[in-house]
């Protein structure tokens, strides 16, 4: 084999090897990659109007705070405005243990940029809480 071919074969099978390395160290926590699994389905439930099923799939912290009537009032005036959600796109994860002034517990913040028909860019934070049976489940929604 030509030498200049043999160093440019070597060149490139150690890129492919540093670049594989290198891909483990960008890979996000699985939780929360599951937090905004969890985040996303919960969002498609709201985004189809179905205040009732995105109440019962949310967390235990979330229906004490409001019940299931005022919670389809409360959506259908929040989204109401905004029209069909378009497209939506995470912008952060953060994962906190034991966050000052809240219970004890694993939670996580997820920030969408989201495009709707009357708003094409609207910001959605969702808040979740990794509840005692191992799901994740939202406790908390704010659109602007």
Known sequence: MNPVRSFAARLLLLAAICLGLAGGAFAQDPRGNAAQAAARAWLEIADRGDAEASWAAAGKKFQASIDAPKW?????????????????????????????????????????????????????????EHEADGTWRVIGYVIR
């Open 72 to 128: 389809n009032e409360a959506l259908a005036g929040a989204r109401g405005p905004f029209g069909k959600t378009l497209s939506r796109t995470a912008l952060s994860t953060k994962l906190e243990t034991n966050p000052a002034g809240a219970p004890e517990g694993e939670y996580a913040t997820i920030i969408f940029e989201t495009s709707f028909e009357n708003a094409p860019r609207a910001a959605e934070s969702v808040s979740l």
